[in-house]
């Protein structure tokens, strides 16, 4: 058994950021909030329009005559304060801004369907807009897209206290949620860094994936259905609260990671999992190979660490580790993340930390969840013992948390799922353009996505290539011009831009 | 605690049928492999040209030369046989025969590629099929399409030990990947009666629900990736083996559950659980209320006890015992399945077998699934303690299985899934459709589902309306028209006839 140090628990885990990484020398923390962006004194983020090579497409332009319409359809939910409009035209990198005109406010399904059908006959542009939170610039106008918040589209509109289905708007607060169904000794089977801020209907839209994924699955799991306003204004309605439902093709789940593309999801149907009631956190030392061991010198010609950890000696006991995990722990294991050295140096420089653990090329976390706090600790202790004994694990320490602990910023977790960090001084084009390549083209040469967690928004849609063959490429262009023939909603995103 | 009695177990219990239930008086049992269905001495099926009023759409007639082009593109693999031909035009129920003159069984995608694209070029319609074990005749020919078996596409490709990740051909047969990833001590995510016949590539094209929902959900999550022959040839490769892939659109969910009308799915990537070490089940009956027991006189105006249930006094306990249930077994509880007297009468009436347990108007079976077996029948006694305690559950009886009791034949389930079971002497259209238009008016108006979980096929394309609106079953009509703009995929299925 592991000694029980609560307190010597790192308290960066404790803190919430956006996606798993802070990646591009943002700041974490508690400046994640969206409206800290524009906070005075930060230096003007360039234009989009100006920093990368990407032509406006002939959309026409916001008219008197079209705000006169948008204030008749959403009275007092226009916004054209230039002000105002900042935050919104900036992604939470800061890397990219918009230079949008127009934000409009809508509270239902309705004026949703009335604004896109007035955009769809006069050809304007939209860009569909949640908490913001995005890290591949889907969220922000890349020209003067008009900005369709979800913000004031936020009631739950139905819970159902024994299947734990909540039916809700697109714009409640993924954090907001929570709360509400915990009081109702449910959890939402998805929860992320962002949390604070993200809006349901933006998870939903990017196929958010975050810190509960490996317990309860993917969203196109647990969303049950969705109500969805079409590029011409037309609502869809596959709004099902069932489990099962084999009526046709589950047009749902075109909608589901498609990025505001082809629809804009309006309400969301979704499985709530009970909530545990008792959760443990591990963090672990694995088993440190003489060659690999932290005195040992590093040889010159290895690329990255980050890059080479699946073929590195130490990286072969971290697999074993999580398959005698997946054996012991079974049902109740909710995540396994794994970071390096150098992720664990960052944390310790940047935060002030101190490692809880010896010194090691690798690190484990696991957290469980489950229904009997007796029976979680007796796994979890079989499995230390276990893999402390067979020399699998070397050090460790436990925190049982009554707070549920999360468990934000780390680089590999159960899911395969890989964040790779890079920091620097300050954004450069340079290092970046050197470093995208090698890291696609490795990516690619493992079958893994270019894209695994994040989506594809504006950032990584010419890098599509290297995950989709040029087959399902097609298809998307495809399904985009059956659905969205006029390219109005959030273009510039998701698909290839056209040769 | 119950008593345990395992010797005292219904022996139906242990009994594999295709689908949850031997509706419209088809005998459940040996009979269910497929083969069977031609037995000497069993009436010959009614032309479904015949008995139903459709047309034949225009499709070309298979000619001598298209003979030779298959003859050439798989060789050995046509059959033409009228005798061996007469199985596969029949379903499983018995109630549709198709007349079609030729089998193709093609080995690999690129011989089904090679398939579509003459097929597509002389405009011949193709019926693709797997184990032919569905229950709304979407696997066999309605006229004269060419079937086409994935019985020899049946290699697994690859299996990851440490992810559980499987990969196979569409022809796999569930049981045979069942054993084969049980071997590794993982599980398949899904089980179904017909397992013994059913093709994972059917599974799949059908959104197979099955015995194992409950627990590992659905296959729009559980299924990772496709490869999928589209009906002009074209080879669509979304076989990643990715937990997490936000690379633009997620392609596959449009051919899951789609019944083959977009594409024929070739191969599959599949996440399997680890093998739980322990199975428990216990058969309970909830509490009686007085006006509800089984000696009380039944009121003349009420519908058929499964209609009437859920507003039926005894049901709001039955939901008691499933929430409390959900709390107490949280992670392990795997299966939740309800019968009403009516079912125990019928089961004991025509399989001889007595009831385990007193009689009552409402059974719930109960099965867990954990990785610890000391934890499971602890957690399980703790819950029928307190439920028998509490008054919920008056009578009971457990076993615990080491050889993995399966679950075939009831009604209720608790993914919220009822299969309605309607038992005559003989198939009689007036019977069916005096029941027919009732139950499905009665589902639309509890906004349930028409088909929950055997999807539409040919028989339940015109009810579609009941439970997806217009623009639904609009878009569903130009997605097919986008993917197989000549319609010879799976004709006269899954999509309402055309007025």
Redesign the interface.
Known sequence: MLPRRPLAWPAWLLRGAPGAAGSWGRPVGPLARRGCCSAPGTPEVPLTRERYPVRRLPFSTVSKQDLAAFERIVPGGVVTDPEALQAPNVDWLRTLRGCSKVLLRPRTSEEVSHILRHCHERNLAVNPQGGNTGMVGGSVPVFDEIILSTARMNRVLSFH???GILVCQAGCVLEELSRYVEER?FIMPLDLGAKGSCHIGGNVA??A?GLR?LRY??L???VLGLEVVLADG?????L????????????K??F???EGT?GIITTVSILCP?K??AVNVAFLVTCVPPACGPGSPRPARLPHPALRTPGCPGFAEV?QT??TC???????LSAFEFMDAVCMQLVGRHLHLASPVQESPFYVLIET????AG?DA??LGHFLEHALGSGLVTDGTMATDQRKVKVPCVLLAG???LHLNVTAEAFSPSLLAALEPHVYEWTAGQ??????????GFR?RDV?GY???P???Q??Q??KA?LDPKGILNPYK??PSQA
Chains 1, 2 share one sequence.
């Open positions: 206290s024994v299947s000794d990017t196929n994936g994924f699955g993917s196109h799991g647990t037309t609502v869809l309605d596959c099902t609260s069932l489990r099962k439902d084999n009526t046709g093709y589950d047009l789940q075109l589901i990671g498609s082809l009970p545990p009631r697999l999580f398959s997946k054996g012991m722990l079974g049902e109740i969840s489950g229904s009997n029976h007796e796994k899911d395969g799922n079958q893994g996505s270019v894209s695994a967690e994040h989506g594809v990584k599509l995950s989709k063959p087959g399902a490429l298809l998307m495809q399904l059956l998701t698909l």
